[in-house]
């Protein structure tokens, strides 16, 4: 016998939804950054944030730690638990509210944002010998959860992103390849999981990573905004010509085509497809100013990391003299937004490959940014693709960064850095120049490549080298009297200095011509 009334009968099924509605409301919620398997930042307070209903209690258990909050007016709520040591005994994190969220599987040890673009982006699936690295992946304490993309014009609060996932054969190909391989060595030097924090967006300037505050801040970044101004108001014109272009370009490849498969692909090979222009707000390569870093890093700032993991840098060769200060005001950025003033910041700088835009003075520029405290760079020059921009040797990519952390926040006694150039004297016809973390310093396939020097009429020529205990003596037979040398100042140069180490000198110039 149904207990309704036959008047009330019709309104029940409003009703139910009405009742799973204001349930929902009231549920408690987090964040994607919390599911199952993730890792908490060792030795930092760990903020736990999230939604419930307005006045709600919100009660955070983890280990023998239990804090209670209070769901602010609009229903947002946070708590901090206290430091703990790190381990990859994993155990429960429960939330409870009106409702309860328990994550499983969730470890102690290191968190890593590592962003930039496509070569922080690229996966295990795609480095080298990748079955191979896929079937030995056995490193449970090793998570990766990838950050949605999302642009925005404003900070955003929340982002999507998929669960943690751990390092296993069924998961680790779609882990970032840089991010993976310094993980492994990091792990297998320390014991101490690591989280990996997926935040890339392939083909994408600087610009957009950089937070709106920071960039209004230096009237020396207002032709950032101004050129984003100017290439909007330009975009209806260029997407008509591209648009012709590649109604033009389709029919010389359809002509080929009919003449033959190899005529195709020869075609294909000598003349890329047009791409759309790049100022588009909706394009798959943005380089709107700031909304990048408004839609996928401003909604994670509350989060405890270790540090950041930065490869980034190719998409601003065609301005290589802006990204100096870019660079480190994004670094600063960063570092204000997560609480930490001297956050580790380590990146790689940009490899070896053919191209005609400035990239040494991209190097350049990355490397200028050194001078900021808990900063490091992993040079690249040596094992780069001149035909590839996306370089598959990612394992010693990450090899050469993980140096960098056990170096300078383990304290362990290892070379983390290449031979870099600290001056020159010139007499006699002889450059003598002199490094830092030179110790061995040798030479691979033959003699010193890549050298040049120049006089008077700054005119440089190929020059040759000679190590000795103090250094390296660069002369040319062409250059009587040198005032200015130069090692692998090339897109794509061959670079052959190392240190006993094994760690490549780095490209240097001691002029600034």
Known sequence: MNPFPRRVRPLLPLAICLLAVAAAQAAVRLPPWFSDGAVLQRGQANTIWGWASAGEKVRVAFHAQEVETTADAEGRWRVVLKAEAPTSVAAPLRVTGDTTL?????????????????????????????????????????????????????????????????????????????????AREFFRKTG??????????????????????????????????????????????????????????????????????????????????????????????????????????????????????????????????????????????????????????????IANFLVDTDWPGLREAQAAALTLPATGQAVTIDIGDPHDIHPSNKQEVGRRLALIALAQLEKRAVEHHGPSFSGVEFAKGVARVSFRHAAGLHTRSGAAASLEVAGEDRVFHAAEGRIDSEGLLVSSPAVPQPIAVRYAWKAAPQANLYNLAGLPAAPFRSDAW
């Open 102 to 182: 328990v994550l499983q599987d969730v470890v102690v040890g290191d968190v890593w944002i590592c962003a930039g673009q496509s070569n922080m982006e690229a996966v295990v699936a795609n480095a080298l010998a990748p079955a191979r690295e896929i079937a030995a992946a056995n490193f449970p304490a090793i998570r990766q959860i990838k950050i949605a993309r999302q642009l925005s014009e404003a900070p955003k609060e929340e982002v999507g992103a998929t669960a943690w996932v751990r390092a296993v054969p069924e998961q680790v190909g779609r882990f970032s390849a840089v991010g993976y391989f310094f």
């Open 192 to 349: 101490v999981p690591v989280g990996l924090v997926n935040c890339t967006w392939s083909g994408t300037p600087i610009e957009p990573w950089i937070s709106g505050e920071i960039l209004a801040r230096d009237p020396a970044f207002a032709p950032v905004a101004a050129r984003w101004k100017t290439d909007l108001a330009a975009y209806p014109e260029r997407r008509a010509a591209f648009e012709r272009a590649l109604a033009d370009w389709k029919k010389l490849a359809e002509a080929e085509q009919r003449k033959s498969p190899e005529a195709h692909r020869a075609f294909l090979s000598a003349h890329r497809a047009p791409r759309p222009p790049s100022t588009a707000p909706d394009h798959p390569y943005p380089s709107n100013p700031s909304a990048i870093y408004n839609g996928m890093v401003h909604p994670l700032r509350q989060a405890a990391v270790r540090g950041v993991l930065w490869y980034q840098g190719e998409a601003n060769a065609v301005r290589a003299g802006e990204y100096a200060a870019l660079f480190r005001a994004s670094i600063g950025g960063w570092r204000t937004a997560f609480g930490q003033p001297e956050m580790p910041f380590y990146w790689v700088q």
